[in-house]
T-cell receptor
């Protein structure tokens, strides 16, 4: 099956700075790449996703980039705020949004 | 719109006991997923239903885990007998249809002693 690696495992940034989280995947057939935010005691919440026919997608302060050749994709959060503090997971799937393979997560801490 | 509901939120059992989790998906969502999330890891898919039929259960340990979605709405996931390594958060997710965005419930945290 698909193998997704995620880095870094922890990330601390000052409020207002940018944060970047990177993921690589193993199966070149993967075609769907969502990012989820998980707060303590809650289930993951989708924050942005991208499909393999698109190289970049942006939603306000959040953007995702995809490099299919290198098989990696990244999450960019600009102007970070304390409420951005959470664990972020990337995922990949070869069957659209069905069987998601998740990375190991990045704990983001935004320091006020 | 109500989200995915799960119960119980927490469960503590002894090894070799049985346990069941319940999930009520978002109204109208045909696809339902169960994931296992071990502490410090990302969720791992256990089983996917489309209405009341199983689409993918390749990662479900069928010797001890079972799941059903009899009327195509609610679903239950059962573990019998439980092992220490089953300690995890069990997440339920639903989507309007296959290949649509998955929405997760709050999960059930299981501790096996």
């Amino acid at each position: 099956g698909e193998n997704v690696e995620q880095h870094p495992s922890t990330l601390s940034v000052q409020e207002g700075d940018s944060a970047v989280i990177k993921c690589t995947y193993s199966d070149s057939a993967s075609n769907y790449f969502p990012w989820y935010k998980q707060e303590l005691g809650k289930g993951p919440q989708l924050i942005i996703d991208i499909r393999s026919n698109v190289g970049e997608k942006k939603d306000q302060r959040i953007a995702v980039t995809l490099n299919k050749t290198a098989k990696h994709f990244s999450l960019h959060i600009t102007e970070t705020q304390p409420e951005d503090s959470a664990v972020y997971f990337c995922a990949a799937s070869i069957t659209g949004a069905n069987n998601l393979f998740f990375g190991t997560g990045t704990r983001l801490t935004v320091i006020p | 719109e109500a989200g995915v509901a799960q119960s119980p939120r927490y469960k503590i059992i002894e090894k070799r006991q049985s346990v069941a989790f319940w999930c009520n998906p978002i109204s109208g969502h045909a696809t339902l997923y169960w994931y296992q999330q071990i502490l410090g890891q990302g969720p791992k898919l256990l089983i996917q239903f489309q209405n009341n039929g199983v689409v993918d259960d390749s990662q479900l340990p069928k010797d001890r885990f079972s799941a059903e979605r009899l009327k195509g709405v609610d679903s239950t996931l059962k573990i019998q007998p439980a092992k220490l390594e089953d300690s995890a958060v069990y997440l339920c997710a639903s989507s309007l249809w296959a290949d649509e965005t998955q929405y997760f419930g709050p999960g059930t945290r299981l501790l096996v002693l």
